[in-house]
């Protein structure tokens, strides 16, 4: 059973392009999170998504960042006109069925986000 | 306002000696503790995780402590070899969204 899978592992954009990150998640897993990590600091919360749902999208900055995870196809991550504060790794879990704190978040390797 | 907190950036141990990471935590509601661990240009895996109806959980060479009245938590590595070297994060999952603390890089010497 492969992992969850992320493309690309690494992308550069320059200031104002558009940046979109995919990931597949595990076979079967319906729930994906996505977290970034910028330098010296630990994982960040960003969104929680089902299949067509958006759950909890708390951690989204309120311009520019979108996600989707369409009913086929991978969750794709999507930042408009990146700027070089956008620079970071972000990764995505998925997991099986939510019950509560007991589910396992499996992640992917991360995609780094370069903004030149 | 960091909520789960990992003071210690880094930690070096000898090999064969124990590893004893730290992880305190602001809100007496937390409940449900985790520690993954990371490699570099790997994602977290899942290594081990705790409930507030236990003090101790242990797995293997791992065993996690938790004190509810110091809202403290420690992750205990005995022996500590080298392949354990890698970021270890605390975290408190709530409700599927995952709060970490900022990581401790930990170095086993052989």
């Known amino acids: 059973n492969a992992g969850v899978m992320q493309n690309p592992r690494h992308l550069v954009r320059r200031r104002g392009q558009e940046a979109r990150l995919r990931c597949s998640p595990m076979?079967?897993?319906?729930?994906v999170y996505w977290y970034r990590q910028l330098p010296e600091e630990g994982l960040k919360f960003m969104v929680y998504?089902?299949?067509?749902?958006?759950?909890?999208e708390s951690g989204m900055p309120k311009e520019r960042f979108s996600a989707e995870f369409p009913k086929e196809g991978p969750s794709i991550l999507r930042i408009q006109q990146v700027v070089r504060g956008d620079s970071a790794a972000y990764f995505c879990?998925?997991?099986?069925?939510?019950?509560?704190?007991?589910?396992?978040?499996?992640f992917g390797p991360g995609t780094r986000l370069t903004v030149l | 306002d960091q909520q789960v907190k990992q003071n210690s950036p880094s930690l070096s141990v000898q090999e064969g000696r124990i590893s004893i990471l730290n992880c305190d935590y602001t809100?007496?509601?937390?409940?449900?503790f985790l520690w993954y661990k990371k490699y570099p240009a790997e994602g977290p895996t899942f290594l081990i995780s705790?409930?507030?109806?236990?003090d101790k959980n242990e797995d293997g060479r791992f065993t996690v402590f938790l004190n509810k009245s110091a809202k403290h938590l420690s992750l205990h590595i005995v022996p500590s070899q080298p392949g354990d070297s890698a970021v270890y994060f605390c975290?408190?999952?709530?409700?599927?969204?995952?709060?970490f603390g900022q990581g401790t890089e930990l170095s086993v010497k052989p």
């Open positions: 879990a998925s997991s099986l069925l939510r019950e509560g704190p007991l589910d396992e978040q499996f």
């Open positions: 076979k079967g897993h319906s729930h």
């Open positions: 998504l089902q299949k067509e749902n958006i759950i909890d």
């Open positions: 809100n007496s509601m937390f409940d449900y």
């Open positions: 705790i409930s507030s109806i236990k």
């Open positions: 975290i408190y999952n709530q409700g599927g969204k995952l709060i």
